[in-house]
């Protein structure tokens, strides 16, 4: 079934089914006006031209009434005030411990990445650093500030880089590498309820139409104890997204049960689960147990998603057995161990 790409009077594209044209049009998304495009057309076209068979009419395209733009549930829409969807991407993830998700796009698709994540691009790709992910382009000046400052707090880059396939024909690919070694999770956000909250330095990429945003804790204990602050990351839309965890990554599905969770562990979170911070046994446990002093407790219905060697831990382990910041020789052999480093030159 072909995929259709229409713009909005901002020169906004977006994209939907072939089979969702005659809603899109009833609703008047897709307007008579609408410029549209789909793989086969040398150029964009106003819909009434291209897709005549939807204006009995005929619908002469008018450019003095271009279709209202409204934001509904934190989406924008057009129109009759459906949402607008997040494109469709195609994806390959590549490795074991240290992985890259290829994302395959159709012309005029787009995929929005942190700054800095992108491997490898093919011709016809290109990339721009912009303020925001692009999934309320009629946010006012005052708006994006907003959005900035937020992303400001969760210690990501300002910018965030959105891959578009420039070209008229063809499938094109962009990928993005994992940060450190781990694994890279696949999420559909439209089979898990629209969101999902996650750690804030978790997320990778997703496809254009996601909104990527900031949750804050509002328990005081799991707010100061938690391991990530007040702040968690949070992922809206109904397409794919991509987020990174460390080591090996377990899926739970809760049904009304409780699952404790050492607070460093969490990924990820789907709607419908409750996260909060509580002592993790009594003082003697807490102080000399070596699971640290609280525990995550998630509950209620929904998915939740473990790392098993959250970064921080692997970077404590690193720095505890470097040799040059005073940390133990293992493996190397004794005392040969040491001459061997001054002979290989370490």
Known sequence: ???????????????????????????????????????????????????????????????????????TNGFVS??????IKSHVVDYEIFGDDMQIVEVELDPRETVIAEAGAMNYLEQDISFEAKMGDGSQPN?????????????????????????????????????????????????????????????????????????????????????????????????????????HAGGTVVERELKGETLRVDTGCLVAFSPGITYDIQRAGNLKSMFFGGEGLFLATLSGHGKVW?????????ADRILQHAPSAGGRSQGEGSVLGGIGRLLDGD
Request: aromatic share 10%.
């Open 1 to 71: 079934m072909a995929t259709w790409h229409y713009a909005d009077a901002n020169k906004q594209q977006y994209q939907i089914e072939e089979s969702q044209l005659g809603e899109a049009v009833q609703q008047g998304v897709i307007a008579p006006n609408t410029p549209v495009w789909t793989s086969g057309m040398a150029n964009w076209a106003p819909a009434a031209q291209a897709l005549s068979q939807l204006f009995p009419g005929g619908g002469a395209p008018n450019p003095n009434q271009p279709p209202p733009m409204t934001e």
């Open 78 to 83: 057009t129109g009759g005030g459906a949402p």
């Open 139 to 243: 946010e006012g000046v005052m708006g994006k500030l907003l959005a900035v400052g937020k992303r400001a707090l969760t210690g990501e880059s300002i910018f965030m880089t959105h891959f578009t396939h420039q070209g008229s024909s063809g499938k094109r690919r962009v990928a993005f590498a994992a940060p450190y070694p781990g694994r890279i999770m696949a999420i559909n956000l439209k089979d898990i309820g629209g969101e999902i909250t996650c750690q804030k330095d978790s997320f990778l990429c997703a496809a254009y139409g996601t909104q990527v945003t900031i949750a804050f804790n509002r328990r005081l204990g799991a707010g100061f104890f938690g391991g990530e602050g007040f702040i968690l990351q949070k992922l809206k839309g109904d397409g794919m997204a991509f987020i």
């Open 306 to 314: 473990l790392q098993s060697l959250p970064f921080s831990r692997m």
